[in-house]
T-cell receptor, first 115, second 111 residues
Framework: DARVTQTPRHKVTEMGQEVTMRCQPI?????VFWYRQTMMQGLELLAY????????DSGMPKDRFSAEMPDATLATLKIQPSEPRDSAVYFC?????????????FGPGTRLTVL | GDSVTQMEGPVTLSEEAFLTINCTYT??????LFWYVQYPGEGLQLLLK?????DKGSNKGFEATYRKETTSFHLEKGSVQVSDSAVYFC??????????FGQGTELSVKP
């Protein structure tokens, strides 16, 4: 049963520290998405990649957030420096685009708390 | 811009009650429509989808019909169970390939 994996599942850090979240997409999926979920804003798309190239990162604060795909099996989302308002659950999802019917498969999320 | 609006929660029902969660959308063209479910502490899972007008998506007793004339995709289930307690998200896939989510509706089913 193929799944998207994310590490760490929980992260508590102090303001100003660097945070790196990792995602392993389902093998063979060529599209990767990063979402952030908060009570106030709901689910927000931060960035997405196709074939490891960033297609859209307009949802991401550029000054502190960065997203990369060093290879086809790893996507990273980095926050530097972190701030309390970054506290949220960060989800990675992967998929195979096919016309208009592609399905995104979500990982379990990383719950980030910035003190 | 493209958007999805869901009925606000939480929705509290007794076991075996009928469920409807309303969802309407605004989009350019004819987007694919989805319902995702999020169980406590987990990521979102696809529940069902429909890709064109009048299509009905169904899974695990849940159904939703793509209504172009009313731009709606309401989720229904005839008899809910305690295990259906979760947050339900309506979403559309727009022409740019992005999933646009509604704000989510929390469902709580009591025994």
């Amino acid at each position: 049963d193929a799944r998207v994996t994310q590490t760490p599942r929980h992260k508590v850090t102090e303001m100003g520290q660097e945070v790196t979240m990792r995602c392993q997409p389902i093998l063979g999926h060529n599209t990767v998405f990063w979402y952030r979920q908060t009570m106030m804003q709901g689910l927000e798309l931060l960035a997405y990649f196709r074939n490891r190239a960033p297609l859209d990162d307009s949802g991401m604060p550029k000054d502190r957030f960065s997203a990369e795909m060093p290879d086809a099996t790893l996507a990273t989302l980095k926050i530097q420096p972190s701030e309390p308002r970054d506290s949220a659950v960060y989800f990675c999802a992967s998929g195979l685009p096919a016309a208009s019917t592609d399905t995104q498969y979500f990982g379990p999320g990383t719950r980030l708390t910035v003190l | 811009g493209d958007s999805v609006t869901q009925m606000e929660g939480p929705v509290t029902l007794s076991e075996e009650a009928f469920l409807t969660i309303n969802c309407t959308y605004t989009a350019t063209g004819y987007p694919s429509l989805f319902w995702y479910v999020q169980y406590p502490g987990e990521g979102l899972q696809l529940l069902l989808k429909a890709t064109k007008a009048d299509d009905k998506g169904s899974n695990k007793g849940f159904e939703a019909t793509y209504r172009k004339e009313t731009t709606s995709f309401h989720l229904e289930k005839g008899s809910v169970q305690v295990s259906d307690s979760a947050v339900y998200f309506c979403a559309l896939r727009n022409q740019g390939g992005k999933l646009i989510f509604g704000q989510g509706t929390e469902l709580s089913v009591k025994p």
